[in-house]
C-alpha cells in the first residue's frame, strides 16, 4: 500500500487539486525524481513466499504501488502481507476479495504481532515468518484441505530455506531488484523497535554459499545495485568478513543498515569496502546518552559515535545518518546537538525522525500507559506509518507546543538545497544518489513541516494539545 504522502509512489501526489500546463509539468519532473529518488525496492517477503516450489502451484507479485490486482483472472487464492500502519486499507481489500469470492490468506508483521485482530478479516492467517510453512499452505491449497491458521512455532532455521527468485516479479518497476536478507533477528532490545518483537533476539543466518549463489543469479537478470536488508549488516562480525570477502570477485555495489560499531573493526570496514559497499545506514536515534537508554538502546555509546562515522566515510563509504528526536530525555537542545554533529561528522544523508509509536512494541505500551499517545491506544490505524511524520505522543520533556516548531525548525535548516549540494560534494562516493536523496528529502520534510504545522494549529483550537487528537485532525 502506497504511503500517503507520496513516497512510496507518485500515484497519489495531489494530482487532482492541480490543473494548468505548468503545474501539470512541475508535476511531471517532480513525480520523476521523488519516482527515482523513493528507491522502490520490491517486497522481500513476497520475493521469499513466491520462491517456494510447489508443484502444479503457479505464483504471482501484484505489487499495488504499482499495479492494480487483476480480479478478472480466476486466483485460488490471495495472498496478502498486512504491514502495521496500514491496515485499515488492507482488511478493506481483502473485504473486497472476499465479496468477489476469492480465498484470502493474511500474513506479514501485524499477523503477527496482533493475529486475533486479523482473524476475521481473512479465510486463513499465517503467524510468524512464513519462509518452511508456506509449502504446507501450497500443498494445503492443492488438496483442498486449507486451515484456518497456520502458526510458525519456532523462527525457520534460515539455512534451510529455499534460494529467492524473481520469478514472480515486474523487474522494471523497480530501482534495483537485487534485494537480500543474510540474517535474522537482533540481539538488542530497543523499545521503539518491532524488529526483535517480530523475529526474535537470536540471529540466524543463512548459508554463506546460499547467499553467494543468489547473488550470483540475481546478476544475471539486474545488474543494478545490492540491498542488503538485514537490520544490522555486522551483527556477526565474523559471519559478515567470511560472506563480504566471497562477495568481493562479484563487483556489485551494495548498501545496508550497520551498527557505528563497524568503524572500529577496521577489518571488517575494509572487507566491506572492498566487497563494494557504498552507503550504510546507522542508528544514531539521540545524542543525549540517558535518551538511549531511556529507549534500551545501549549498544551505541554516544561519545564514540563520531569517530565511528569518521571511520566508515574514510574507508570511502557514505553514511545515512537516522536520528530520532524527541526520545525520553531529550530536550530542545537536541536541534543544535544534532546539527553540530552533522557538520562535525560530515554524514552525507541525514534522516531526522519524528518517534513513531509502533503497536506491539515496548514504547508503545509504555507511552500508553503514561497517557502520551495523542491517539487510543486501541486505534491501531491511527498509528499509521505516514511520512507527513504528524506527531503522535507526548514527548516527556518537552512540550508540544515547543516540540513541533524546534522540529520543523531544525528540519527546515538542515534540509536545505545548500546543504544538499554541500552533502553531494563531500560524499565519499555514489554522489548522484547522495544528491537525490538529499534534494528528496528536501521535498519530503517540507511536506513534513506542512503537516505538522497543520497539526499544531489543531492542537492549539483544542487548548494546547491537552485534548486528543483523532485522525482527521491533522
Ligand atoms: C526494507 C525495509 C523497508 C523498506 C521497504 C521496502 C520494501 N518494498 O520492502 C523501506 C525503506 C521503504 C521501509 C520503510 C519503512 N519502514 Co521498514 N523495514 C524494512 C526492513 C529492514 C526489511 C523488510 C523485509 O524485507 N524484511 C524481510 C522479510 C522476509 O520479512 P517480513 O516482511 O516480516 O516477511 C516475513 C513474515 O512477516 C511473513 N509474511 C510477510 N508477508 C506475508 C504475506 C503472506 C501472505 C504470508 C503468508 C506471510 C507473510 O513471511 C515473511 C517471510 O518470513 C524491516 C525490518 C525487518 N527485519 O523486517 C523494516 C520494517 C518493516 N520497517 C518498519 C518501519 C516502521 C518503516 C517505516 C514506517 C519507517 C519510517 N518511519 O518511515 C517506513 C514505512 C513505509 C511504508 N509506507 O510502509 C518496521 C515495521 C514495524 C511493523 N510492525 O510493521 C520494521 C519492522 C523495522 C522496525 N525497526 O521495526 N522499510
Ligand atoms: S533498532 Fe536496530 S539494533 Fe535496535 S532492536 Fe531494532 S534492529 Fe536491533
Not at 71 to 96: C, H, N, Y
Not at 277 to 284: E, F, M, S
Not at 317 to 345: H, M, N, P, R, W
Amino acid at each position: 500500500m502506497p504511503a500517503d504522502s507520496g513516497v512510496d509512489g507518485p500515484s497519489l501526489l495531489g494530482e487532482s487539486e492541480r490543473s494548468g500546463f505548468l503545474r501539470s509539468l512541475k508535476d511531471g519532473v517532480l513525480k520523476n525524481v521523488i519516482k527515482r529518488a523513493q528507491f522502490a525496492i520490491p517486497p522481500l517477503s513476497l520475493m521469499i513466499l513466491s520462491s517456494v516450489d510447489e508443484p502444479s502451484v503457479e505464483q504471482h507479485i501484484c505489487d499495488l504501488r504499482f499495479e492494480t490486482l487483476p480480479v478478472d483472472r480466476p486466483w485460488d487464492m490471495i495472498g496478502i502481507s498486512v504491514q502495521t500502519g496500514a491496515v485499515k486499507p488492507t482488511f478493506e481489500l481483502s473485504a473486497l476479495l472476499r465479496a468477489k469470492g476469492f480465498k484470502v490468506v493474511l500474513g506479514g508483521p501485524y499477523v503477527t504481532v496482533f493475529p486475533e485482530r486479523c482473524r476475521a478479516h481473512g479465510d486463513v492467517l499465517v503467524v510468524g515468518e512464513a519462509d518452511l510453512i508456506w509449502k504446507d499452505v501450497l500443498a494445503d491449497l492443492k488438496h483442498g484441505s486449507l486451515q484456518r491458521e497456520y502458526r510458525v512455532k519456532e523462527p525457520p532455521d534460515l539455512s534451510l530455506s529455499s534460494r529467492v527468485k524473481k520469478n514472480a516479479l515486474e523487474l522494471r518497476h523497480y530501482f534495483t531488484t537485487n534485494v537480500v536478507q543474510t540474517t535474522r533477528g537482533c540481539p538488542y532490545n530497543c523499545d521503539f523497535c518491532s524488529v526483535h518483537v517480530m523475529n526474535g533476539h537470536k540471529i540466524r543466518h543463512r548459508n554463506v554459499s546460499d547467499v553467494v549463489r543468489e547473488v550470483e543469479d540475481f546478476l544475471e537478470k539486474d545488474q543494478r545495485i545490492f540491498f542488503f536488508l538485514d537490520d544490522t549488516v555486522n551483527a556477526d562480525e565474523e559471519y559478515a568478513k567470511r560472506l563480504f570477502r566471497e562477495l568481493i570477485p562479484f563487483n556489485i555495489t551494495w548498501v545496508g543498515q550497520a551498527t557505528t560499531k563497524l568503524g572500529e573493526n577496521k577489518r571488517l570496514l575494509d572487507v566491506f569496502a572492498r566487497s563494494g559497499c557504498g552507503a550504510l545506514l546507522v542508528g544514531i536515534e539521540s545524542l543525549a546518552e540517558e535518551s538511549n537508554k531511556a529507549h534500551h538502546k545501549f549498544h551505541n555509546p554516544v561519545e564514540r559515535q563520531a569517530e565511528c562515522i569518521r571511520s566508515i566515510r574514510e574507508a570511502g563509504i557514505c553514511v545515512y545518518g537516522s536520528f530520532i528526536y524527541g526520545l525520553d530525555e531529550d530536550t530542545v537542545k537536541q536541534t543544535a546537538a544534532i546539527e553540530a554533529f552533522l557538520d562535525d561528522t560530515g554524514i552525507d544523508v541525514p534522516g531526522i525522525n519524528l518517534l513513531r509509536p509502533i503497536p506491539g512494541t515496548g514504547v508503545f505500551d509504555r507511552l500508553a500507559d503514561e497517557g502520551r499517545l495523542l491517539h487510543d491506544r486501541n486505534d491501531h490505524d491511527s498509528f499509521r506509518f505516514s511520512w507527513g511524520q504528524e506527531m503522535l505522543y507526548r514527548p516527556k520533556k518537552i512540550p508540544l507546543e515547543d516540540f513541533i516548531p524546534s522540529y520543523t525548525a531544525l528540519t527546515k535548516r538542515v534540509f536545505s538545497i545548500r546543504n544538499a549540494l554541500r552533502r553531494t560534494v563531500h560524499a565519499p562516493t555514489l554522489r548522484s544518489a547522495v544528491l537525490m536523496f538529499n534534494l528528496f528529502y528536501v521535498h519530503m520534510y517540507n511536506l513534513s513541516r506542512k503537516d505538522l504545522t497543520r497539526q499544531m494549529e489543531k492542537l492549539e483550537e483544542t487548548g494546547g494539545g491537552g485534548k486528543q487528537v483523532t485522525r482527521g485532525s491533522q
